[in-house]
RNA sequence: CGGGGUGUAGCGCAGUUGGUAGCGCACCGCGUUUGGGACGCGGUGGUCGGCGGUUCGAGUCCGCCCACCCCGACCA
């Protein structure tokens, strides 16, 4: 293959990430720039986080829609902070078929503004509420710097689009989703999120409320891995989302919308992938275990094949590969998916076939510590545990790494300093001024205030104001 | 949008004062290999980013354009 080994970590993390999503084919660059090709490996695994996000919005009330992807000019601009927001990253249609439009077209940069559109038609009453509505599909934003995953020009995600009757309603929904992406991150991508608030300068534009899950990625940088938005009746009013209630009185509607796109995957990247690659939670992984037969010539090849099948066939309840290939060796093969992050590798060679063994190597633990011997009996329920052993322990690992660079700065100079390698967990008097200082002064934003808050009060960090909530800074990607 | 860089085989690159387009990897064939990134031999593969100019002759010199990557400001 291309070059044997992938930039470490260290020396440079940004080449590392972009090598490592080329070389396990997650994705690859598209011949349109700031576009990229999800490749089969990375479309899998987007798959997965689909199923199983699929399955809580399911769970907690929701069914799937799908709405155009054009949307016209003048319904972005209905709502003044929502058009401020992203008119700068719109891609416009403005030709058709040969002719100028009579309107231009929006490529949907997000779809609150033609779903509240069609909400203002379809909600009377009361009895028509909630109305809870997902949408999987793809949006665009124009923006100047792109990174696979991270920020491209078009992206895959879901939204969910919500109208209630109440405020109440709708605050219970926004947060309701939020703790959805929680136990998501956490339980299925093993990335320990932190819920909390988005400050109002970063707060999505025309949201009453933002929230948002914040994760940490391997180099302490934080990325913002999913959101949900409280947005009043900002929106309602804007598109005329009104309903009867049992009064018989004209009510604007509650609504939210909440979203996590492909930029998760990313996430799962930063949080895990170690110099040697990717490492995939198992329960997302695509491949959750490979199996590398061994056998020098077709003597052995006859002897160790059908043990081979014979173990795929008892580990049908999991997402199995048969690694084949008779061009590579071993050694290379191991190389080959311990850089894709498949989270268990099982070796089947001659001796195995003789003790009735196979070996089991753990992604997670690299070298001959991650290494044992286990019997071909009861195969399935080994795996099964040790799966779920990795899934434990990649949590625990990302946590204590997070947890080991969050610091509760003394002082503004100590604030500085934390931001350079880590969150600093601060007192803020919630002023907007305070927030751009530091941002000019050390590049870190507000990233979220947790929902997990202290209690009590203190000063602000910078200003030295009574503060009343702690907020998290960091430099973000 | 500002700064930097790069466009030559699928990928990474070399190509001297202008003179028949080259190397490594990948790929194909044969053979030996195979429990941590194998090796030998033989092959396939090119509008040198585009357009124009100078010249007997341009990958190379000149002009214009385009694209992409990286670093900043902005954003999921």
Redesign the pocket.
Known sequence: ??????PTRNENY??WY?QLILRAELAD?A????CMVVRPYGWSLWENIQQTLDRRFKETGHTNAAFPLFIPMSFLEKEKEHVE?FS??LAVVTIGGGEKLEEPLVVRPTSETIIGTMYAKWIKSYRDLPVLINQWGNVV?W?????????????Y?QEGHTAHATAEEAEEETRRMLGVYTDFAVNEAAVPVIPGRKSN?????GAARSY?IEAMMGDTRA???G?SHNLGQNFAKAFEIRFLDQANELQYCWTTSW?L???FIGAIIMTHGDD??LLLPPRLAPIQAVIVP?????AE?AL?MPVVEKVRQQLAAFRIKVDDR???????K???W??RGVPL?I????????KGS??L?RRDI???E??RFASQDQLAAQVGALLDEIQANMLERARAFRDAHIFEPKDYADLKDIVQNGWALAWWCGSAECEAHI?DET?A?TRCIPLDQPGGSGRCIYCGEPASEKVYFAR??
Do not use: H
């Open positions: 293959m291309a070059e044997e080994k992938l940004s080449e972009n660059y011949p349109v720039r700031g927001g700068p990253e934003r923006e100047m710097r792109t990174r696979l995953f991270l920020r491209t020009l078009e992206f995600w300068t970063e707060k999505f534009a948002t990325l913002q891995a959101t979203g796109s492909t930029r040697q690659g061994i056998c020098r010539n077709d090849r160790v008779t061009e590579v060796t071993p050694g290379f191991f190389n080959d311990e850089l590798r070796e089947i060679g001659p001796k195995d076939v003789e196979v070996v190597a690299p070298g001959k991650g290494k941002k590049r934003t973000a990607y």
